[in-house]
């Protein structure tokens, strides 16, 4: 019998295949592991509100049922009663909106389910990623400054984020948590907030050790949460950052059912 007892998942690139679904067999394979009592956890970087189609799926919504969102900012039950949430002040995101704009880049500050858009004359490609929440382009000066600042995103085109990347995460790394979370995406978090401290969060509140907990992600910002688990495991398809925090590479991409296939060997023993 596996000492697995939660399981903790990121969703874009891991869980979800090139559609955004969840296959098949994932679905099959949680369920068999829910049904001998382990705990299937999101551990992702989108906003509550981009979840719910996949919590539907799953049937994970109820009072013994948690998620992690916004990159560990966010730690909630299930039946919608929140657990830890951890913002950004309205001068932490002034400061990144000032250097956004002294590069000629949009900025997207995210406030629960609502998205300032703060444009250049680049426009922002989270749009395209991102359809659930509400957006409101604004001035900067128009952002209410009383809002629950959950993170900022710097959105442009993938050679662009390759080349400020560094820079930005040189520069203000004593004052954020900074993470790739996709070729397009930088992220802002609130220091010490990521993947990796959500999960122990909740872990402790589960009363629950870093070795019964299995973590797959494939992305920078997985990092974390694949280091500080007993048994990281990064999908074939995941980003250098991903594969050197995990203790296994699998064989098998996010659309190969990578996930299942983890489940099956670690978890169920099959």
Wanted: hydrophobic share 40%; glycine share 6%; charged share 25%.
């Amino acid at each position: 019998m596996s000492n697995i007892k939660l399981i903790a998942l990121d969703l874009d690139g891991t869980l979800l295949n090139s559609k955004k679904e969840i296959s098949k067999k994932n679905i099959e394979a949680i369920q068999k592991a829910r049904a001998q009592g382990v705990k299937v956890v999101f551990d992702t970087g989108r906003p509550l509100v981009s979840l719910l189609e996949y919590l539907s799926t799953l049937e994970l919504f109820g009072n013994k049922e948690y998620t992690i969102a916004n990159n560990g900012g966010i730690i909630q039950r299930n039946d919608g009663i929140l657990i830890s949430q951890t913002l950004l002040s309205y001068e932490e995101v002034k400061k990144i909106a000032g250097v956004a704009e002294s590069q000629g880049l949009p900025i997207d500050i995210i406030s629960g389910d609502i998205c300032y858009t703060v444009e250049t004359a680049v426009k922002t490609l989270l749009t395209y990623v991102n359809n659930t929440l509400t957006f409101h382009k604004v001035k900067f000066s128009e952002v209410p400054k009383n809002a629950d600042f959950n993170k900022v995103i710097i959105s442009a085109k993938c050679e662009v984020i390759d080349s400020l990347s560094k820079k930005f995460e040189d520069e203000f790394s004593d004052f954020y948590d900074i993470f790739r979370t996709r070729d397009i995406l930088l992220e802002f978090m609130p220091k010490g907030v990521n993947k990796g401290t959500g999960l122990e969060k909740l872990c402790e509140e589960l009363g629950l050790k870093s070795d019964q907990v299995l973590a797959m992600g494939d992305e920078d910002n997985d990092a974390p949460m694949l280091s500080w688990v007993g048994l990281g495991i990064a999908p074939a398809n995941s980003k250098d950052k991903a594969r050197v925090a995990a203790d296994q590479i699998s064989a098998y991409s996010n659309d190969e059912d990578a996930v299942a296939h983890a489940i099956y060997k670690y978890v169920l023993n099959e």
